[in-house]
């Protein structure tokens, strides 16, 4: 094992463009399931259906998990600013939100 664990997420500015990579592969996949649902039921293959449908559920819910963690990500970012003074003022920060 070496000394020095790689850290793929340095700051979080590479965190919040992770999430924000996600946030896109969940639409994509989202539309995608989208449509072999729609096919399904109109073959007439009501298990699959179903089965999509959860995946499309689970999806939704992740988007929400994302959606939150870049809310707080963001939040943290701008904190870390107010912190260091690399902002103004706290009302500048507050009306970039």
Known sequence: MPDELEQPFSSL????EF???LAETILEARR?????HLQAESNG????AQAIALAVFKLKTLNGHVYKSRRALNDLR???RLIL???S???HAIATM
Request: net charge positive; glycine share 0%; no cysteine.
């Open 32 to 36: 995608e399931l989208d449509q072999e």
């Open 78 to 80: 701008i904190l870390r």
């Open 89 to 91: 003022t706290v009302k």
């Open 85 to 87: 003074n690399e902002r």
């Open 13 to 16: 500015e590479s965190a919040i």
């Open 19 to 21: 999430m924000q990579v």
């Open 45 to 48: 293959r009501h298990r699959r």
